[in-house]
């Protein structure tokens, strides 16, 4: 589905990411490992359109996607779930969902939009209890949650989500990296940027480790769990 090739990219002059390729394939999940400043969320933004490569080709589907907009590349179904949220947090929860759909209005009846809604609030229940209160009341895990939902209304032919289980407690952080795994069951493509490695690989298919902008390993996530090298610098002692 998406073909990243030789991507390089610059802040004020300096290299972010240095010749990185990946491939992601329709109906897994690839996730993206690496501590701070690895160029993790970098990626994300190249393929968002937020940031233009220097060097390199983003193709999506057999199209170079590089040169589009942001707007351009959300019109053909990726969609971002930011680090940090970004809720409109005057808003009610239902209206911030109601925004994900914006795209779709217009081109699809409204069934299948309320089906979609619906669906959000069989993924998050706790969501159909706070419809009417305003996101930026709600806790982390639900803003998390909202955030998730709000980008799943859109119909993404691609979803990127960038730190979902940044800030959670742990209940709610495997709460949702739980859900994230059912979506993948559901169909859904995702790239996922996590530094909870070991949580990340638990329900990818495939992860791409990442060092100062450099690619440092790849392979199925089964077998990134048993590498030693990565034992030793991300995943701790931890079952």
């Known amino acids: 589905m998406l073909v990243i090739d030789g991507i390089s990219a610059y802040y004020g002059g300096v290299r972010a990411l240095d010749k990185i390729s990946l491939v992601l394939e329709e109906g897994e999940i690839l996730a993206l490992i690496g501590g701070n400043g ?8 190249l393929i968002s359109g937020i940031i233009k490569p220097t060097h390199g080709t983003i193709m999506l589907r057999g199209e170079d996607i590089g040169s589009f907009s942001p707007e351009r590349i959300v019109e053909l179904g990726i969609i971002q779930v930011p680090e940090g949220r970004h809720l409109f947090g005057p808003l009610t929860v239902q209206e911030n969902l109601e925004i994900g759909a914006y795209r779709r209005r217009g081109r699809q009846n409204k069934k299948k939009i309320s089906d979609d809604f619906e669906h959000i609030l069989q993924l998050f229940p706790v969501l159909g209890k706070r419809l009417k209160q305003r996101a930026e009341t709600l806790s982390g895990g639900e803003q998390q949650m909202l955030a998730i939902g709000r ?3 859109g119909r993404p032919l691609l979803l990127l989500l960038d730190e979902p289980s940044l800030g959670l407690a742990p209940l709610v952080m495997q709460e949702i990296i739980s859900i994230i795994g059912r ?28 060092e100062a902008g450099k690619m440092r390993l790849q392979g199925s996530a089964a077998d990134l769990l048993e590498n030693v090298e990565l034992k030793k610098a991300y995943l701790g002692n931890g079952s």
Do not use: H, W
């Open 38 to 45: 690895a160029g993790k969320t970098t990626i994300l933004n």
């Open 183 to 210: 979506l993948r069951q559901e169909g859904t493509t995702i790239l996922l940027v996590e530094q909870n490695a070991r949580a990340a690989l638990k329900i990818a298919d495939r992860a791409y480790v990442l």
């Open 151 to 153: 980008g799943l209304m």
